[in-house]
């Protein structure tokens, strides 16, 4: 005797990974977000100290830590850099451009 539920219950075992692959996935995910997170807003608030103090936005992110309103610029995630508007005085992560990604060629040498 057949059951309805026999032919089912093997095909979806094998299309859904294992629940902890997905859970452990989500879990690295959500650290990183948060990561990226605490970073922007130390920045931003290094910005925000800086132009309350100084009357002015910084110039650049380098900046900020020449004058002491920050230890260092804290690591951009992999693929990605920070982008300062001076005008706005906001900063925010965006995607590296391929051409920045890439290594240059080395300059052959001459014979």
Same mark, same amino acid.
């Given at each position: 005797?057949?059951?309805l539920g !026999?032919?089912?219950s093997n095909k979806r075992n094998q299309a859904v990974p294992p629940p902890e692959t !997905?859970?452990?996935k989500m879990?690295?995910?959500a650290r990183n977000r948060q990561l990226r997170s605490v970073r922007l807003d130390t920045l931003q608030q290094a910005l925000q100290t800086? &132009?309350?103090r100084m009357g002015r936005s910084p110039t650049n992110l380098e900046e900020i830590v020449r004058l002491?309103?920050?230890k260092e610029i804290p690591p951009a995630p992999e693929g990605m850099i920070y982008s300062l508007d001076p005008q706005y005085g906001?900063? &925010?992560l965006v995607p590296l451009s391929p051409a920045?990604?890439?290594m240059p060629k080395p300059i052959p040498p001459r014979p």
């Open positions: 005797m057949l059951s !026999d032919g089912c !997905d859970l452990r879990i690295v995910e800086f &132009q309350t002491r309103f920050l906001n900063v &925010q920045k990604m890439t």
